[in-house]
């Protein structure tokens, strides 16, 4: 399986130490630039929708949150052009022991799965799906997950993914966890394979920004949050 690290191009510390961690584990990689915020008119710039993320959720997504969803976008495509599974990584993680030891098997689980992740940031109850042959195992978490720090990707779950996402109106991670939206229901491997590093994050911390709200605002907000939460209960 290909595997490819999302990274700035401009991010060399970064790029230096995952480059340093995959070699020590002895993983071949590819690093794929990432979508950088502080260009003028970014790729997929365009796609974001600012008015209706406000009236859905209260703020709007912040440019570095757009590059993101426009990076992860982008590696959609290339997962459909070579048409095959890929493993995808962001330049902020971890390994553990694990990776090393079970990405051999990740081509046959892409197959079957489409989309697993390797990481949740929360911890959740989960169902679980499959007992893998090295202890791991495959779940699905009774809540929706969050992060993108690393996952398989099948060309079928690319396919979905791009197909439903003409507009960015969350943030990627929220998107690809909306099973409603796309039909790519996620998976998870447990106990995590990755994890995100103690490092200060390229989006930064200025996120969901809710000044100014009028009591029809936050109704509306929340009338919406209820919407989903009833699509996600019935689709699991």
Known sequence: MKVFVISLKRSTERRI?????????GINF???????????NFKYYKKQRPIKTKKRHGYALTRNEIACYASHYSIWEKCIQINEPILV????????????SSINTFDELAEKYKFIKLCSIFKRKTKKKEILKNGLEIVTYLKRGSGTQGYILSPEAAKEFIIHSHEFIEAVDDYMEKPWRHGVKTYYFKPNIIRRAEIVSTIGSDRKDKKNLTIYDKLTIELFRLYEQIRYTLYR
């Open 17 to 25: 130490k995952i480059e340093s961690s995959l070699n020590n584990i």
């Open 30 to 40: 590819e690093f794929f630039d990432a979508v950088d915020g502080k260009e003028n």
């Open 89 to 100: 990584l962001e330049d902020n993680c971890e390994f553990t022991d694990a990776l090393k």
